[in-house]
């Protein structure tokens, strides 16, 4: 079978990975180094997310805020362990002022900065800082607020929506009056997120703690979101940090309680990037292209009117546009189906492939004979073949397809997300008890292999340091410890200790 | 008559606009030269301008994308004009590490950048870029498409919302195969605006052309709207332009056209900012604080439960919560009504005055005795004191006030809008005829001088800079050549020559 792709999965999944993202017009190399041009079709996935998310975030008591780009050097001196651990590689703002010299345009060197200015890689300081300003009373808090913003961490290999050296997210930041409150509100939007991955992108995601040397710097807990991609690699899709006091108190984020004692508050952070479109694309992108979740598809229905330069086709283009206007008055997961006419002046047999590719849910096209039947030849995105191989296009009458679509669009959404569940339930296996058992697995040369979740004692210091080089050389990394895992039963497959819990180890992005 | 703010408009215009900012918990400073934090209240009026000009700029055929925050310094040498404008006071980012040195943190000398990456001031550059990869026929365009992003421009003074050295907008370019359909579109965004400007934020505004001198850098045709403060002065709020081939060509931005000829294409850009916040406030503003126009309030109902710390305490924040629901079923401009139950732990007492700071629509305060009559104490913030000087809160029925409340929200709309309007009519005269008489208009002492509208022949090159020199003496600018003046029909004010049309001449934020 011939697909729309150049090139499958099985063939180079990175190379596939490109192509559905080239093809799909998603986004495209800008030119400026480690950043992409996010296109109409990937934006308006990040949109939806956008949308929906922000309406958990919401619901939940927070209240969106924004706090500036630059980071004054010195604020990142204050939370030491923060900045050994991962902020280094940042932009560096050192300069206010080009000039024309020459006929060329250069950096004025007399318009230096007193204190250089970091492009935020995250917002913790600053936030901190404002937190220490608004906090006095134990009134004042709980402070629950995010941020929708576009960050830089400058990265040296890139790869478009996984990692580029500019990204945008979401950045939840919150501090509280007591520990178990910071704890719960940790624990809250590790729940948001699992829950959102699952109903709204449907993705299957195992949430769980990362272990010590996976934690955010300066971190007392990291719980994530682990995605498994059709190559059987992990993808950490969105954390939650519980910071306990931490960055309080680098950051005098302090108050008088009830008994008018001062007490240092406790923080939580949380985020969630557009690399999840990079996760959407691998959990359920095909060798045709891109599938999108209906939920989080811009356009659920696209209709492709056949327009053959005579005398019917405004009739068919008016056909088009009614059965748009009847598909526009259902409701599907509570919101108007989102339906396209596509008029753009390219040619119709290029049209409807160019949907599949972008992963519309449902794509019609509308003909002269159509129109004149009343009728409408309605394709599933989900299920673009037959058994034997043929694109797998319906004719349909013009009333049931509207009447229909609702729910088509609904079972679309729970097939993804069963097919992906499907494919991580077999591709993790829970049996391997020693390290030999491990080296097997992931030895046996299998294009997909999966993950593993074994029995740990949780080694901490420079034991789990020999667990990671151990794991490194076979390219595996810890991903999380479940927080739904069986509890353990037998003995720690890297040490041989009696074994607390179990964790997950695969490959990952 | 004491008022909320501890200054007044009449006293210090400049110093109640901040107030007003402060006491509203808009925005603050965030200790990072020039750049502020916009706190929930500001950023949520932000929010309800996005979503609303979201669905201007959709309706009208425009796509949203993302481009890179960083610009590389050499896409600026292309178009010269437009360096030479404006683009100089920018922040370049020249490195792209940090280490520890000394127990300090500093920037990282070996990690210089080969080529110097300016922020965004505007998107031109990098936008037109892509529209040079995305045009080779005539089928490609036009191209539609708006960014919502941070900008940065480097702000010697700065001044909340108004003038930031970060800033957000949107930022809309188009790219067309003809003269005629670009210049259509720049006049739709400017429609776009100014309907936008009058229906959603209540607020009169002039359209109509820029001075040649005020024209964006490399612009054909600028055009703006203009909104009158209440101190007189003009806030250009929104701008639109034509761009002629003028960026196609430094960009390279060709089609073949459908006689196979190849052509530059025609572009537009526009853009519209967190300025307009400034303007909110300074438009619809009075001396107990903000008064935000139904539309683009974040909360358009606020009810305040009056807790006595007793046991009828429950009983009210239930009675509270039953009419929030109530409310929330209303429809008002064609969206539910947004509600609040203010629950903070903060003393009521201070509540119903900060939501009056806030300019939340209408406050309405319940306590123990209307929980027993089954009333509500509401109060409009447009219409706050009686005659005599006292609160106009009214006390009405709880099912009297759920069913009005979406009219009452309407009405106060129209309110804001008409009072504006009508100042606005007043501060323009328009009988002018000389240089002299600009000079007595501005020069009598009035606080509030508001606008002259006067006659002027369009000079241009040396003769306008004359103009230009003369008004500067005066701290006036020409504002914009309104669309629907009234024909020339004298002489020019400037030059004595014979008029060709009418110019707007103001001070101006």
Redesign the interface.
């Known amino acids: 079978m011939k697909h729309a792709l150049s090139v499958t999965r099985e063939q180079d999944f990175a190379a596939w990975y490109q192509a559905v993202i080239t093809e799909a017009d998603m986004a495209?190399d800008?030119?400026?180094?480690g950043?992409?041009?996010?296109?109409?079709w990937g934006?308006?996935i990040?949109?939806r997310i956008q949308a929906l998310l922000d309406a958990r975030i919401k619901a939940s008591g927070h209240?969106?805020?924004?706090?500036?780009?630059?980071?004054?050097?010195?604020y990142?001196?204050k939370e030491a362990e923060h900045?050994?651990g991962f902020?280094?590689?940042?932009?560096?703002?050192?300069?206010?002022?080009?000039?024309?010299e020459a006929g060329?345009?250069?950096?004025d060197p007399d318009a230096k900065l007193e204190e250089?200015?970091?492009?935020r890689p995250t917002s913790e300081t600053?936030i901190g800082?404002?937190f220490a300003?608004w906090t006095q009373s134990?009134?004042d808090l709980p402070l629950m607020?995010n941020q929708w913003?576009?960050v830089?961490r400058?990265e040296m290999r890139t790869r478009m929506f996984l990692r580029t050296?500019?990204f945008?997210w979401q950045e939840g930041h919150t501090a509280h009056a007591t520990r178990d409150e910071a704890e719960a509100e940790t624990r809250m939007a590790l729940e948001m997120y699992r829950s959102f991955a699952e109903d709204a992108l449907a993705m299957p995601v195992i949430a769980g703690e990362k272990p010590e040397n996976e934690r955010f710097p300066g971190a007392v807990v990291t719980y994530s979101i682990e995605a498994m991609m059709q190559d059987g690699k992990a993808l950490q899709a969105g954390t939650s940090h519980f910071l306990g006091q931490n960055f309080a108190t680098a950051q005098n984020i302090r108050f008088q309680d009830k008994d008018g004692q001062t007490a240092f508050a406790w923080t939580t952070s949380w985020g969630l990037s557009t690399r999840m479109i990079g996760g959407i694309i691998m959990v359920h992108g095909d060798d045709d292209g891109l599938r999108l979740p209906p939920v989080v598809a811009p356009r659920q229905v696209v209709i492709v009117p056949m327009l053959r330069d005579n005398d019917e086709d405004e009739a068919v283009l008016d056909y088009c546009k009614a059965i748009a206007a009847d598909v526009a008055r259902q409701s599907a997961f509570g919101e108007p189906v989102r339906v396209l006419v596509d008029t753009?002046?390219?040619k119709a047999a290029g049209k409807r492939w160019g949907w599949v590719k972008k992963g519309a849910p449902i794509i019609v096209e509308v003909g002269g004979r159509d129109l004149a039947a009343g009728n409408v030849s309605a394709l599933r995105r989900d299920r673009l073949y037959t058994p034997e191989g043929k694109l797998a296009s319906a004719i349909v009458a013009r009333d049931a397809f509207a009447a229909s679509v609702a729910a088509t669009l609904e079972e679309i959404q729970t097939n993804l997300h069963g097919e992906a569940k499907a494919r991580l339930e077999v591709a993790i296996r829970r049996d391997v008890t020693d390290f030999a058992g491990v080296e097997a697995f992931f030895a046996e040369g299998v294009v997909r292999p999966g993950w593993l979740e074994v029995e740990w004692a949780r080694p901490t210091g420079a034991e789990l340091d020999q667990v990671i080089e151990r794991l490194k050389a076979l390219k595996l990394t810890l991903r999380n410890v479940p927080l739904d895992a069986a509890p353990a039963a037998g003995v720690c497959v890297f040490t041989g200790a009696p074994a607390v819990e179990r964790v997950l180890v695969g490959r990952a992005y």
């Open positions: 495209e800008s030119g400026v180094r950043c992409m041009v996010i296109r109409p934006y308006g990040w949109e209240e969106n805020c924004y706090f500036p780009i630059f980071i004054p050097l010195s990142f001196e900045v050994e902020a280094k590689e940042m932009a560096v703002v050192t300069h206010h002022r080009l000039k024309g060329r345009l250069v950096v250089p200015l970091v492009v600053v800082t404002a300003r134990w009134r607020i913003a576009n830089v400058w050296s500019e945008l753009k002046a390219t």
